[in-house]
């Protein structure tokens, strides 16, 4: 039969899982304060919008999810964000609409895009080389859980989590091993033997 996990096991295991999910939500915050971007995680990437120009339709410091795709499933009207070569803005990433249908130059694919503001003018043409992904949707709460880890309040607040669940793993590893240490002094002591009765003779 299965042994069952007693309270301080699951408590454990819980913690950790915690502490690993804020460390990697920490990460990803600075990770895309400094670059723009993340990594992409099987094709979908993560991005946070930095300009106004793409108002109304998406505010600054919006989080949003891109799914690469193909050249050709990139339509007049999409959503697209690719790294800029040229300009002021060289270096960065942009997220700006499709305006015209795209086109396909000698195997190669090219994009007008243009942001949502009104007074946003047409960007440079960009290759698709340079596409990111396709915008799929936005996260609303996460620009609440950047703006607040980005704070000297949320640095605090990640600091004390981190020195809270290391001390209760801590704890319990010195429990743990408290725990381990009397059952080997109980299995190696040696027992005391049992006398055995004597038959008295009649």
Sequence with gaps: MKKKRGPRK???IVSTVFLIIVIAVVVLIFITRITG???SVFGFSVFRVQTDSMTPTLEVGDVIIDKKIAPEDI???DIITYDCLNGELAGQ???HRVVTEPECRN???YYQTQGDRADSQL???ISYDQVEGKYIKKIPWMNHV???FLSPYGLITFIFIILVLFGYEMIALVVSYKSIDEKDD???EPKPKKQSKKRKKK
């Design 123 to 125: 960007d440079a043409v």
């Design 93 to 95: 990433t942009i997220t």
């Design 75 to 77: 339509k007049k009207g």
């Design 186 to 188: 109980d299995y190696y």
């Design 37 to 39: 971007h993340v990594p």
């Design 107 to 109: 195997g190669t694919y």
């Design 146 to 148: 950047y703006s607040f």
């Design 10 to 12: 699951v408590a454990g």
